[in-house]
């Protein structure tokens, strides 16, 4: 077993009173509102090669280890008080394989750049939305990205991971291999039992893409809701929608905003729905259906997750009663506490998966109060916003998405009970010392 000195790593290793340490500890966390939690040692790993020597020394020492993807989760999940914490920032390969179809990517990945690779080949691959999201936490997690209406969550795609086990070992887990190492992999989120440095995605043929938006006043709220409830759900496949509710930053009046995404040569048609939606005026109220890159969905959707913002965020996925879920939603929108933050909607309809995955949980409608601020002295509203308003729509709640959820404040499920017996029966085979840290817990605050 190895020793752990500093010098066998190509990356870097350094102890929490080590120069340097801070700066590397406020690196790995994308949020403005940073944590007060010390891992004792983190790594800053160069290569998959480092991954595993962090893991074998924090094995020996009896450490604990979390994991940074390298991306923006809003509750950074992997810093936790003491043990190691192994930052894969550093590994973001994206590598196209023409005779198979499929990409090799690091966790660190992000999404524009995965496509901006993909573009190249004439493929695709269903990233997520904001364009620093890092490809890691985005298929742990399940992964709703661009056009998953149509290939389902991104994690389905996954056919394989290279994962860095708790006893330091390199596999290759697939359908034939670690089976269940790749089940765990498909949608368990930050329960996952190793270090995946390697996705192994299927990819798809490029799509052509249209847009389209609508704003409406919030005197509307009702009815929109309603639509997104009963009707956006089942809309094509093919076209997404995205509902915005709250002030844009800086103004006073909150609206509603409607973002229609089309994937398909017939895409301008599929967006005939928003302007048949009951509610929508005559006279026009957005912009009309209009092609669009990949490149600048992502420069608009990035302004939906600002950097260097404080953020707090939660959301349930509900098929509940309208009349209920249009009560919460309302009840979630009044009480905004500020200009920037908002309430978002998201109408996914029904996806039934096709292969095996831990991923197992999902409902017609997704809802979620976004948080956004500037001040610390505000904290305390804007987290209370989103954890009080969330817990109120609990009785119409099929569970969290896991990219969102913060369970340390309200803690819900992210995967069915099935799942959850069969995933806590892996990491009992897989790693039985607990060496990985789990989902985040108000224990581990």
Known sequence: MTTGGRSEFTGRLVGRYDPGYERLRRAAIWNARRPDRFPDLILLAADEADVARGVRLAADRGMRVGIRSGGHSWIANGVRNGGLLIDLSRLAEIRFDEATGLVALGPAARGAAVDAALARFGRF??????????????????GYGWNSRVHGPACLSIEAVDVVTATGEIVRADAGEHP????????????????????????????????????????????????????APWLPARLEIAIKIGAPPGEAEKVITIVGTAFGEDGAALLDALADAPFASPTGDGSPPSPITMADLYEESGRWSEAG???????????????DVVAGTRAMVEAIPGSGSFVFILPWGAYRADVPAAWSVQAANYVSPVAAWTDPALDGRHRAWVTDTTKAMEPVSRGVQFSDADPAS????????RSQSRLADLRHHYDPNRVFTSYLTAADL
């Not at 996925?317 to 309208?322: H, I, L, R, V």
């Not at 309200?410 to 009970?417: C, N």
């Open 125 to 142: 691959f269903p990233t997520g939305h904001a364009p620093s999201v890092g490809v890691g936490g985005f298929l742990l997690g399940g």
């Open 180 to 231: 269940g190492l790749l089940w765990a992999a498909r949608g368990c989120g930050p329960g996952f039992f190793g270090v995946v440095t390697r996705f192994h995605l299927r990819t798809y043929r490029r799509p052509t893409i249209h847009r389209a938006v609508r704003t409406y006043p919030l005197d509307r709220l009702d009815e929109v809701v309603t639509w997104s409830q009963e009707t």
């Open 309 to 323: 913002l404080r953020w707090a965020v939660d959301g349930i996925w509900t098929d509940g009663p309208t009349a």
């Open 410 to 417: 309200r803690p819900d499920s992210g995967l069915s009970p």
